[in-house]
């Protein structure tokens, strides 16, 4: 397990221009794997025993210009293929999207927005401030028990915040749209020189 571990690490290397970066990536990873609670970078330093200055370097990684996220994303893609467990449903592969909405409480955090939310609970606001999220996910496994694997996530409702949108802009995109763009730009990408259309 350790050696397929490494192995699928040592193939995000290339991402990196910094082996430094990667080894920082790798950290963070493991730390997904092994952190008995995901609760922020804190949730790593609490893992991995590391004090202020690891804090402050791990939130330094996620700033750093020496990897990019399209890379990254793309790199997880082609190593989610490489693995041949994905459902094939007519020489097609099969991508789920969905939307989520995540609380928070911080006041200076992009992309957080008044959110409204439809539950038969009263001890539920109807309103709370919070991201809203899309997501996309390939299919895996066997077409009787499958398990959607996710691709990539993107915040979005609030993204004038974070200026991915402009109030210029003639039309915003619903958000039904925009997970529909999300599917297609991984589609339409070629990965080990084949197009996988969705």
Not at 130 to 153: D, E, H, R, T, V
Not at 170 to 180: I, S, Y
Request: charged share 15%; proline share 3%; glycine share 8%.
């Amino acid at each position: 397990m350790l050696v397929y571990i490494y192995e699928s690490l040592r193939g995000f290397c290339k991402v990196f221009s910094h082996h430094s970066s990667w080894l920082v990536f790798s950290v963070l990873v493991l730390g997904f794997i092994g952190s008995s609670e995901i609760a922020g970078v804190s949730s790593f330093c609490r893992f991995w025993l590391l004090e202020v200055t690891g804090y402050h370097s791990l939130l330094r990684f996620f700033r750093s210009d020496t990897w990019s996220l399209f890379g990254l994303q793309e790199q997880w893609s082609r190593w989610v293929l490489a693995q041949n467990e994905t459902v094939m449903v007519g020489q097609r592969v099969v991508l789920l999207g969905d939307h989520t909405q995540v609380p928070k409480d911080g006041t200076r955090m992009p992309g957080v927005v008044t959110l409204h939310q439809d539950s038969e609970t009263q001890t539920k606001p109807s309103y709370f401030r919070g991201q809203y999220w899309g997501a996309i996910g390939l299919l895996i496994g066997k077409l009787k028990s499958p398990f959607c694997l996710p691709l990539a996530l993107q915040i979005h409702q609030g993204r004038a915040q974070i200026e991915e949108d402009t109030p210029a802009e003639k039309h915003f995109a619903t958000l039904g749209e925009r997970l529909v763009t999300m599917a297609l730009e991984w589609s339409l990408c070629s990965i080990n020189g084949r197009t996988f259309l969705c």
